[in-house]
């Protein structure tokens, strides 16, 4: 298993859709957990953070299943500004060192009218 | 807070010459970070810093890579020689500790031709 690996998409869903991202990783030491949002040409900012079952955030609804090592993002009432490529991260995905993250390949999310 | 702060944001060079990229993190932050984005391979992390110490280089592609943290407040990423292969975009993120996400700085973009 890939230390990080994420739904491959591309997701194309119209305005008003709920839509979900998986994403698993392969450390199950792992403790807290993460969702950034990158737009076009612009750098990966915190979306969410997951330390315990879940986190919601509005429309956004992070969760945690730690038996199956897998975190999924759903996002309810789409928005066309919610187009974008969402990251999931893991910290030491590799067993390796303190503080540091490891990024998913990410999953582009395209909203349209 | 200004947020992390990186320069130049773009930078566009010849094959063989020396490039340096300058990175300022968040004032209390005692970890940063380097990371590389190109379309193929997504975000690598380079190599990483806490409290100015290089924790991990593993990322690091080659010996033509250095990076340096004279101080809590700067750090740099120097390329020596640089090759088109290198051309992506450089990010710089620093954060209180693994259980906080990362901020990232905008970037800079590198060309090399």
């Known amino acids: 298993r890939k230390e990080v690996e994420q739904d491959p998409g591309p997701f194309n869903v119209p305005e008003g859709a709920t839509v979900a991202f998986n994403c698993t990783y392969s450390?199950?030491?792992?403790?807290?957990f993460f969702w950034y949002r990158q737009d076009c040409r612009k750098e990966p900012k915190l979306l969410m953070s997951v330390y315990s079952s879940g986190n919601e955030d509005g429309r956004f609804t992070a969760q945690l299943n730690r038996a199956s090592q897998y975190i999924s993002l759903l996002i309810r009432d789409s928005k066309l500004s919610d187009s974008a490529t969402y990251l999931c991260?893991?910290?030491?995905?590799?067993?390796?060192?303190?503080?540091?993250?490891?990024f998913g390949q990410g999953t582009i999310l395209t909203v349209h009218p | 807070d200004a947020g992390v702060i990186q320069s130049p944001r773009h930078e566009v060079t010849e094959m063989g010459q020396e490039v340096t990229l300058r990175c300022k993190p968040i004032s209390g932050h005692d970890y940063l970070f380097w990371y590389r984005q190109t379309m193929m391979r997504g975000l690598e992390l380079l190599i990483y810093f806490n409290n100015n110490v290089p924790i991990d280089d593993s990322g690091m592609p080659e010996d033509r890579f250095s990076a340096k943290m004279p101080n809590a407040s700067f750090s740099t990423l120097k390329i020596q020689p640089s090759e088109p292969r290198d051309s992506a975009v450089y990010f710089c993120?620093?954060?209180?500790?693994?259980?906080?996400?990362?901020?990232f700085g905008s970037g800079t973009r590198l060309t090399v031709v």
């Open positions: 991260v893991v910290p030491n995905a590799g067993g390796t060192s303190y503080g540091k993250l490891t």
């Open positions: 993120a620093s954060t209180q500790g693994r259980y906080h996400g990362y901020t």
């Open positions: 450390n199950s030491a792992s403790q807290s």
